[in-house]
């Protein structure tokens, strides 16, 4: 049977700048910086104290009535997820259970879910007082641990942390009953998850797929680990602002925070079929391996993320010239940017110089699992808006850097836009959109 | 492109596994046919207060014996350590060169991908509690971060504190064989190496990757995922018979017993396979996948999901039921698993169903979790080879309610050509992946 083609016919987000995509959109085009000195918790004795924290929200306010009660089983990555799948699928024009039990719109055998999860820690504070019940003068006793400590977890306990959980929430809510996966590879897990789930759809396994990723790094655990990795930065504490700087001569380290991305991606012969709107095509695909002793850096050279630029290219059977528009990784930690910038120059070729790179980290900050998501929702609202808005906190290149980070706001016809991200760990990817429009 | 595809069909050309019963494909097999429990009183950290106090734990592996540079792994989690044996094991067989910057065994590294169903490494336990307690105070309920954030700072381990991402096996096993091809790792829960091998296939298929290395590690025996499966009452308690704990289909089945390794299987296409002239193993011949969407905490009561993922399967496959000599299940020894598995196989193999032999290794293995999908389709391999089922043991009485031929306690000698492994995850997750005997 031949292939099909895979579109992109919604978008949720929820991120540091807003809790739709409008906002998230109108925040971006503004240049205004999602990152702020931590609230979730008191930061103190951290080298980093700023994180992108998602506003508030009621996770109730998203959930059917009857699964409300389901709230004390959800990690905020779980919460996460749901909100933005919510947004895709009402996007989408979409009728699941969740939505509207009585006139559902889809066949949940012939739908797919693939999210990109991070490793969830877990809530320190939930369980203090189990350790607290477990000490024997004044040290942790396992033997107390055992007996006693351990009563007091609850006991679904473990279901908040599974990475699973954020795709069988969302199934659950929405019905969804097809292949369901989820990426654990860190940083780069949301563009794995949207390659795979795109892959499901072209090989006819499901007709609609909800893709993309959600991570919640504001959390004591995660935080504390990224210092200890140096990856954050610990120098602009009081300037949140300006903190993250991709790409940029001043750049010393990243910012980490929370978001949830999702796509709908769909069989575009099912697409057409019911009207949809479609925003644009998944035509690329690549993924490699960074290989390099350091692992949780880059290789100085980026090869491994060159590969995945270039097979993406490939993959789109389109010559680098047709881009028009590239959402790098870009975290702000220096000798990432600096092999991605290699990456990308090397991948692109004399191309390089005309293609506008946008990193949006510096806006958005690092959020894991979810990045690589929020970024292709940013490259279709690009897309169909036809604008690339500034770059921030990248005023001064990096020496060395040769990409053409796009420094003021223009309105211009995207064709194509890649987007790329790699992760501590070696495994790198790029996903090629053509403009549907175009 | 995208939606190239080349149909290749994919086969297994090399296996390796580290687990509770042996650090190579032919211990296991020996332990499964033997009935040799992998189950005893936990080691690994002190668990004799807990409501389980055994499990079945790798035993004695030693990482330089596996690899040339163990300095590079040094700060490894059990899950990548294991799985650093396995990968090297199965290239062995694959004749896969690896630890070598100029690999002579015919494959692009840009072509040869890697696929894992893997999971996260356990906390640093020790500053892990000491800091909670250190910064806890009782009387206000409340964390003080900036003495907590002290003891991590001082005392936790970069590296370590890495190591618990759960990509981290498959980035050992780039750094051990150069691979650059396309690279995943999932978490599915119970269900994930299962995932990994079939979604690797597809990949070879698709022609993206002419070489995957698939399959899964993980290790929750420490202190927070002994509890987490306490605390669900998924774990057997059977802690005066570690050994005969693990009883899937029985009436007295009272969970299943927490077990940890990796196995591999390197997966290939078979144009690749011919070319390089490497031993043909098994072909890989269907996937499914599909999900419950009905509780987080429980399987759908009628096995809707699984019968799908199955069903998936088999369509994927181009076969029928009647086709199916074996079934390896996931059989883990709960209430729940047990008696909604047969229901699904029952609703997918109608009549034929109380023919077909099902066993569950995880009599003999313990539950591996991430891994446990790709070490039982390894099993699925072997019975192919030597003509033989392993049994489910332990299945002294059976739950009358269960009714298939679980291939009680003895190994049954009988040709296999096509093998089926199902695998389902907490959360309703379920992956079935077919193999069939090459000839």
């Known amino acids: 049977m031949d292939s099909a083609r895979v579109v992109i016919t919604g978008l949720g987000a929820v991120t540091p700048l807003g809790l739709t995509v409008n906002e998230t959109w109108a925040g971006l085009c503004a240049g205004k910086v999602g990152i702020e000195t931590i609230t979730a918790f008191d930061p103190v004795g951290f080298d980093c104290k700023l994180a992108g924290q998602v506003p508030d929200y009621k996770i109730r306010d998203y959930l059917p009535k009857n699964l409300r009660k389901a709230v004390k089983l959800m990690s905020r990555d779980i919460e996460l997820s749901i909100v933005a799948a919510g947004e895709a699928l009402a996007d989408a024009g979409l009728v699941t259970k969740g939505i509207d039990p009585e006139n559902v719109s889809v066949d949940p055998e012939r739908m797919a879910i693939n999210l990109g999860a991070g490793l969830i820690s877990c809530d320190l504070v939930e369980l203090a007082p189990a350790v607290a019940a477990s000490l024997t003068d004044g040290k942790f006793d396992i033997h107390r641990w055992g007996k006693e400590g351990i009563e007091q977890i609850t006991p679904l306990w473990l279901l908040k942390y599974l990475p699973n959980m954020l795709a069988c929430h969302v199934g659950i809510i929405h019905d969804i009953q097809g292949p369901s996966n989820t990426i654990t590879c860190a940083e780069a897990a949301a563009h794995l998850a949207i390659a795979e789930a795109a892959q499901i759809i072209a090989r006819r396994a499901s007709d609609i797929a909800l893709a993309g990723g959600a991570e919640a790094k504001v959390n004591p655990i995660v935080m504390i680990r990224q210092c200890l990795l140096k990856r954050v930065t610990s120098q602009n504490n009081d300037d949140p602002a300006s903190a993250c700087r991709p790409f940029d001569a001043d750049a010393k380290g990243s910012v980490f925070g929370e978001a949830a991305g999702v796509v709908i991606l769909e069989n575009l012969e099912n697409a057409e079929k019911r009207g949809a709107k479609i925003y644009a095509e998944v035509v690329g695909i690549g993924q490699s391996n960074n290989i390099n002793p350091a692992y949780e850096h880059l290789e100085p050279d980026g090869h491994g993320l060159q590969i995945a630029i270039e097979k993406a290219i490939a993959d789109a059977q389109i010559k680098p010239e047709d881009l028009d528009l590239v959402i790098p990784h870009g975290t702000g930690i220096s000798c990432d940017d600096m092999a991605e910038a290699a990456a990308i120059a090397a991948a692109l070729g004399e191309a390089a110089a005309d293609i506008a790179v946008w990193p949006t980290k510096s806006m958005l900050s690092n959020t894991g699992a979810a990045c690589g998501a929020v970024d292709i929702v940013a490259a279709v609202c690009a897309m169909k808006e036809g604008k690339i808005p500034a770059a921030v906190n990248c005023s001064r290149k990096a020496d060395g850097c040769s990409l053409n980070i796009a420094s003021e706001s223009r309105d211009t016809r995207i064709r194509y836009a890649l987007s790329c991200s790699y992760t501590y760990g070696g495994q790198t990817a790029a996903v090629v959109l053509k403009n549907s429009k175009c | 492109m995208l939606n190239k595809n080349t149909n290749e069909q994919v086969v297994i050309t090399g296996m390796g596994i580290v687990c509770p019963v042996g650090h190579d494909v032919e211990s296991l097999w020996q332990a499964l046919l033997a009935g040799k429990s992998g189950a005893a009183k936990t080691t690994i950290f002190d668990a004799s207060t807990f409501p389980t106090t055994f499990g079945a734990e790798v035993k004695d592996y030693h990482l330089a014996e596996h690899t040339a540079n163990p300095q590079l792994h040094e ?349 389902f995850g907490f959360g309703g997750q379920n992956n079935v992946v077919i193999i069939k005997k090459w000839q």
């Open chain 2, 75 to 423: 700060y490894s989690n059990r899950g990548s350590g294991f799985v650093i044996g396995a990968t090297a094991q199965a290239c062995q067989q694959a004749a896969i060169d690896i630890e070598t910057d100029q690999p002579a065994d015919g494959i692009d590294r840009t072509r040869l991908g890697i696929y894992l169903g893997a999971g996260e490494g356990s906390v640093d336990n020790d500053v892990f509690f000491d800091a909670i307690t250190e910064a806890w105070d009782a009387e206000s309920h409340e964390m003080d971060w900036g003495k907590w954030a002290k003891v991590a700072l001082g005392r936790m381990h970069p590296m370590r504190e890495l190591e618990q991402e759960p990509n981290m096996p498959a980035a050992h096993i780039a750094m051990l064989t150069g691979a650059r091809g396309p690279t995943r790792s999932c978490l599915t829960a119970c269900a994930a190496s299962t995932q990994a091998v079939g979604e690797a296939t597809m990949l070879i298929r698709k022609g993206d990757a002419d070489v995957i290395i698939a399959g899964g590690a993980h290790s929750m025996i420490h202190p927070l995922g002994v509890t987490g499966f306490n605390r669900l009452t998924a774990l057997s308690t059977r802690n005066d018979s570690p050994e005969t704990a693990s009883r899937p289909f029985t009436a007295s089945r009272d969970g299943f017993v927490l077990g940890e390794g990796a196995a591999i299987l390197i997966l290939e296409s078979l144009t690749s396979a011919k070319k390089r002239g490497a031993e043909i193993l098994a072909e890989v011949i269907g996937y499914g996948s599909s999900s419950d969407a009905f509780r987080v905490t429980d399987m759908h009561e009628d096995g809707r999901g699984a019968a799908q993922a199955i069903n998936a399967a088999l369509a994927d496959a181009g076969i029928s039921y009647k086709d199916v000599d074996y079934i390896n299940t996931h059989g883990t020894s709960t209430a729940e698993n047990d008696s909604i598995e047969t229901k699904a196989i029952k609703a997918v193999f109608k009549a034929e169903a109380k023919n077909i032999p099902v066993s569950s290794v995880k009599s003999v293995l313990g539950h591996l979790i991430g891994a446990a999908g790709a070490a039982e389709l390894i099993t699925c391999v072997l019975a192919m080879r030597d003509s033989v089922v392993p049994p489910t043991m332990n299945l002294h009485d059976p739950d009358p309610q269960l009714d298939l031929d679980y291939v009680p306690n003895e190994p049954r000698k009988m040709p296999v050509n096509i093998a089926m492994n199902e695998s």
